[in-house]
């Protein structure tokens, strides 16, 4: 269990180190802004197989070209959603473990999305398959 948390974060991905959109500053309301691509790809990895999604749950078709994902658009209501989840899951580390996230690829932590999330979507689904 723990240790398919762990390769949950050590996942690095390509798609995430694109340009930003724009003026090229990124929408960033609770990572750093000056993250860097490979935190950012672990961590949107990391969010994706947590959750058992593909990045376009959350991000949004790009305008231009439809192939393509928008991942500074704030279009989708999932990207605000996991906004909330982002903090709420700091403040959980931080309040009850002593864990201080600073959005790290391979951070250590003792509550992630994996912890409810366990693959799915909403955590209630993991219920609703069993009957
Ligand atoms: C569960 C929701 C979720 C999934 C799945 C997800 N992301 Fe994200 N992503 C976010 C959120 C939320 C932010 C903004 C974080 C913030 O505001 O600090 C973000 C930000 C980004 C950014 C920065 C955009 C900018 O403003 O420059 C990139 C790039 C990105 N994601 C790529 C990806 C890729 C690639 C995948 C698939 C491997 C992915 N994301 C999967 C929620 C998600
Ligand atoms: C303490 C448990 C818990 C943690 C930790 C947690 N979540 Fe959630 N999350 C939930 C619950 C419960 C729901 C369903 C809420 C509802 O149905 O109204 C949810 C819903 C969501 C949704 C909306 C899904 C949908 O289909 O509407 C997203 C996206 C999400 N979480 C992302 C994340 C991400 C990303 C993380 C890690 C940063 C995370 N969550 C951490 C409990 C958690």
Redesign the pocket.
Same mark, same amino acid.
């Given at each position: 269990m723990v240790s398919s948390i762990l390769i949950a974060f050590v996942f690095v991905?390509i $798609?995430?180190t694109?340009p930003?959109?724009g003026n090229g500053? &990124?929408?960033?309301?609770?990572?750093p802004k000056d993250i860097s691509n490979a935190d950012?790809?672990s961590?949107?990895?990391a969010?994706?197989r947590q959750?058992n999604?593909?990045?376009d749950?959350?991000?949004a078709d790009s305008k231009v070209n439809k192939n393509d994902?928008d991942? $500074?658009s704030d279009d989708k209501p999932?990207?605000?959603i996991? &906004?909330q989840?982002?903090r709420m899951t700091a403040d959980i580390n931080k309040d009850y473990f002593n864990y201080t996230i600073i959005y790290k690829a391979g951070e250590k932590m003792a509550v992630t999305?994996f912890t409810c999330h366990d693959g799915f979507?909403r955590p209630e689904m993991k219920h609703e398959k069993k009957q």
């Open positions: 991905g $798609a995430a694109r930003p959109s500053e &990124r929408n960033l309301k609770v990572l950012l790809d961590i949107m990895d969010y994706s959750l999604v593909s990045c749950f959350c991000h994902l991942y $500074a999932e990207k605000e996991t &906004r989840m982002m999305c979507p």
